[in-house]
């Protein structure tokens, strides 16, 4: 009778411990996301650049820092031709925002307060606007993914034209185990495509095979057949 008292005792204990310890690092998450938002919005306050303009083809909203206004021009000037034509053709619109805007934006589209702030962008077809966190690492990568996202949707006349692209599944199912290829860009195929398209514009067939290197070629040819 004994043990079983001291059992129920300290599994009591136990769970208590594993419930508080849960709301322990659940109230540190609020509490840093909290201070980040803060900092960001006081270095926006000193450092901001709110700038609305076209580059090449892309209509630009510029809301970050002054280097990182210069640094994402730059980047958008490198996109491939066939895409800016199609941005400037179907009235594309590229945020480049700091980091409490595009949580703002995120959280606004359904996004977690968390995922708000990891997130390195993304493409919302039903307002037809990329969204970059300017604050992110690798935003050469994370724009030629979003944009890859948009020549997908206008490829696929409103909808993604990825996801019964059967080439393109093919060749996923191929790194469905251990391979090169991140988890997050295997979960379907306009990840997939995603990944396949921004590494091929960055200059890194190191990370494709010939086969993704096939179908990011033959997409941007798809582009070219939109502006005609």
């Known amino acids: 009778m004994l043990k079983e008292q001291l059992k129920v005792m300290v599994m009591t204990i136990l769970f208590f411990g594993y419930a508080i310890s849960i709301i322990i690092v659940m109230m540190m998450v609020i509490v840093v996301t909290r201070i980040l938002d803060t900092v960001s919005k006081i270095r926006r306050y000193f450092h901001c650049c709110n700038l609305w303009t076209m580059v090449g083809g892309?209509?630009?909203?510029?809301?970050?820092?002054e280097k990182q206004h210069q640094k994402a021009e730059e980047i958008l000037k490198s996109m491939p031709s066939e895409i800016s034509l199609l941005a400037d053709k179907k009235g594309l619109t590229v945020k480049i925002l700091s980091q409490d805007l595009f949580a703002n934006m995120a959280r606004q589209r359904g996004q977690s307060w968390i995922m708000a702030y990891l997130a390195a962008g993304f493409y919302c077809a039903d307002i037809n606007t990329v969204a970059i966190n300017a604050s992110f690492p690798g935003m050469k990568d994370t724009?030629?993914?979003?944009?890859a996202h948009f020549c997908d949707y206008s490829i696929g006349k409103q909808n993604f034209f990825?996801?019964?692209d059967d080439n393109l599944g093919k060749e996923l199912k191929k790194h469905r185990g251990i391979s090169k290829v991140p988890m997050y860009n295997k979960i379907n195929h306009r990840e997939f495509l995603a990944y396949c398209m921004s590494n091929y514009i960055c200059d890194k067939p190191n990370r494709l095979?010939?086969?993704?290197?096939?179908?990011?070629?033959?997409?941007?040819?798809?582009?070219?057949?939109e502006l005609n």
């Not at 993704?212 to 057949?225: D, F, P, Q, R, T």
């Open 209 to 225: 095979t010939a086969e993704m290197i096939a179908i990011s070629e033959s997409y941007l040819a798809a582009v070219k057949g």
């Open 58 to 65: 892309f209509d630009v909203h510029f809301w970050c820092t």
């Open 143 to 147: 724009i030629a993914h979003e944009l």
């Open 162 to 164: 990825s996801d019964d």
